[in-house]
């Protein structure tokens, strides 16, 4: 959502290809021909405005402003808002979820100003980037046959926590059993997920600006022994789990330009790379933007499921076969985002968040199952929470952006046939903006952040509900806790937001991360799942911008 200038990579695993190209907000651009009645605007003023749409704008309303998470900027659009209407947009932002840039003091009156001109203009189109930019930034740091060949350190691999140290960009490996950081490691600007292979070795994370990190956990200092730049902007890669083809293949999708990449999974290089640009999925029309949304691996099937966002497909790539690829487009709907495994692995549950719906889609048979209207406002689950409520069985939960709600679908087609691809129950919790829900098999609590809400005390808390307490009177809706994290985590400065819950591997204890401006103190404070109490606050100078936590065991096997 809130971006900060991209960190130079020059020195990094990244300097292979051109420095001066490493994120969307880098490249070179020009005005695109002038018609008449546009605003008056010098190079030097376009080339800020394409820099700040790019850092702030871009991974909501996209490159061209076709619209997704936002809505279309385009030129004519823009015109019949007019200027002051957009001026005033930019400067207090919207209930919906624009953030008030201005009155936040995020971008100055001259940067608003200079905005509301910059999108009367036609967007200008960055490049494009295929094999053989791909190969210049690709680099085997420490080839397969130079790895070790068995663990070469003390560490609990399966309870280590990778986390995003967002305008860092950089990763931190912490251990979840002593909460000492491990490894401080540099990878692409604003690390956006981590993925582990499926035998739970190599550790892969993307940054915003396309550089994909292999990380090797055996090694006695775990470090990148793999890197490689698969676009200019990006926010997904995963590993082949399907049995046979465990470590076989990574893929990485991009948003811009709009393809996934299909790598070695060993080393990264590039083999296959596949244009997401076509139709739309309803009204059959061309889109030249459908960005590579979340990726996840199938356990049923050699497959991977690409979600792509704007045409509303999702694709089932079997990657048995490369050279003869077979690809299942699943019909869906628009603006598909993040989404998560049932609790059997067989079902995906995705959200088209700017539609309000959820997509089922059966792994085993590669069909969609069911699309649900969630009642709520911009659904965001992240890969969701599963867990068994005391009345409608086994269900899987989204909380939403643009409302305080929380909805649960049934998932047991088998067992709970009148509850399976409904929504059995929606209730409220602390407010709108939350981004992450989560649980753990071994917990009863269902935890619930409110990162985004403009209230600066909800944002730091966290609602908790007592799974049990759910069957109670189907009248109410259930009562939560609200624990103060951000007051917990006693930073005096800033004011922080507190993101996703992470449970350990033991699923005995769950992290957030307390995300404060980068030049302020950050922290991850972790609770006890059964008392609800504080256990630790980790603080370090090293604990820059912390965002997403990926515990290794519970993001290999898919618990959440
Ligand atoms: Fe995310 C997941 C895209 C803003 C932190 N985010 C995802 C996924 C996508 C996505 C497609 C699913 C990946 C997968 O599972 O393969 N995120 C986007 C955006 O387009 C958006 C809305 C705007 C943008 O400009 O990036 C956006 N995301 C944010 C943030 O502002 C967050 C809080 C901090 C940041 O890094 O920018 C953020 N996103 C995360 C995290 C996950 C994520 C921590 C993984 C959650 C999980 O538990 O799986």
Redesign the pocket.
């Known amino acids: 959502?809130?971006?900060d200038k991209p960190k130079d990579h020059a020195d990094g695993p990244a300097a292979a290809y051109e420095p001066s190209m490493t994120t969307l907000a880098e490249i070179q651009v020009e005005i695109p021909g002038r018609k008449p009645g546009d605003p008056v605007m010098t190079q030097e003023e376009f080339q800020r405005g394409t820099e700040i749409y790019f850092q702030r704008c871009a991974?909501?309303h996209g490159v061209l402003r076709k619209g997704a998470?936002g809505k279309a900027l385009t030129p004519d659009l823009m015109r019949e808002a007019g200027f002051d209407y957009v001026q005033s947009f930019i400067t207090y932002g919207s209930p919906a979820g624009m953030p008030n840039w201005g009155t936040s003091g995020e971008l100055t009156e001259e940067d608003v100003d200079l905005m509301a001109r910059y999108v009367l203009l036609d967007p200008p189109q960055p490049p494009e980037w295929g094999m053989p930019e791909m190969q210049a930034s690709w680099t085997v740091v420490i080839p397969p046959e130079d790895r070790p060949t068995q663990k070469m350190n003390d560490i609990d691999i399966d309870n280590l926590m990778s986390v995003?140290l967002?305008d860092a960009g950089q990763i931190a490996l912490i251990d979840g059993g002593t909460y000492e950081i491990r490894a401080v490691i540099d990878t692409g600007y604003?690390v956006?997920?981590s993925r582990i292979s499926a035998s739970g070795r190599y550790l892969l994370v993307i940054g915003?600006d396309g550089l994909v990190n292999m990380i090797d956990l055996w090694m006695e200092n775990p470090e990148t022994v793999a890197s490689i730049k698969i676009g200019i902007e990006a926010?997904?890669v995963?590993t082949s789990k399907f049995e046979g083809f465990e470590d076989k293949y990574a893929i990485a999708g991009a948003y811009w330009p709009p393809q996934y990449v299909i790598m070695d999974g060993d080393t990264l290089e590039p083999l296959k790379i596949v244009s997401t640009r076509g139709m739309v999925y309803d009204e059959q029309t061309y889109h030249p933007e459908p960005r590579v949304?979340?990726?996840?691996s199938s356990h049923y099937k050699p497959e991977f499921i690409v979600n792509v966002k704007e045409t509303g497909k999702i694709l089932m790539v079997d990657y048995s076969d490369l050279k003869n690829l077979k690809t299942t487009e699943i019909e869906s709907e628009r603006f598909l985002?993040?989404g998560g495994l049932d609790s059997t692995h067989r079902y995906f549950l995705v959200a088209a968040n700017a539609r309000n719906k959820i997509a089922v889609v059966d792994t085993k048979e590669s069909k969609l199952t069911a699309l649900i209207d969630t009642g709520g406002q911009t659904p965001h689950p992240?890969?969701g929470a599963n867990f068994t409520h005391p009345v409608y069985g086994p269900v899987w939960a989204t909380s939403h952006l643009g409302d305080e709600s929380v909805a649960l679908i049934g998932t047991d087609p088998e067992g709970h046939p009148d509850h399976a691809w409904k929504i059995v129950d929606s209730f409220y919790a602390l407010g709108g903006g939350s981004?992450?829900i989560k649980t753990h098999p071994n917990s009863q609590n269902l935890y619930v952040d409110a990162?985004l809400n403009p209230d600066a005390e909800i944002s730091a808390s966290v609602a908790v509900f007592d799974i049990a307490g759910m069957g109670g009177d189907p009248d109410a809706d259930p009562e939560f806790a609200t624990l103060p994290i951000g007051e917990w985590a006693g930073i005096a400065e800033g004011q922080p937001r507190v993101?996703?819950p992470e449970f350990n591997k033991q699923g005995t204890e769950v992290w957030f991360s307390v995300w404060n401006a980068k030049d302020k103190e950050s922290a991850i404070v972790i609770v006890d799942d059964k008392t609800l109490e504080l256990k630790h606050v980790i603080k370090d100078p090293r604990l820059i911008t912390p965002?997403?936590k990926f515990n290794v065991m519970n993001t290999q096997k898919d618990i959440y």
């Open positions: 959502y809130a971006q991974g909501c998470t995003t967002r604003a956006h997920i915003r926010r997904s995963e949304a979340s990726i996840l985002h993040d992240g890969r981004l992450f990162t993101v996703q965002t997403g």
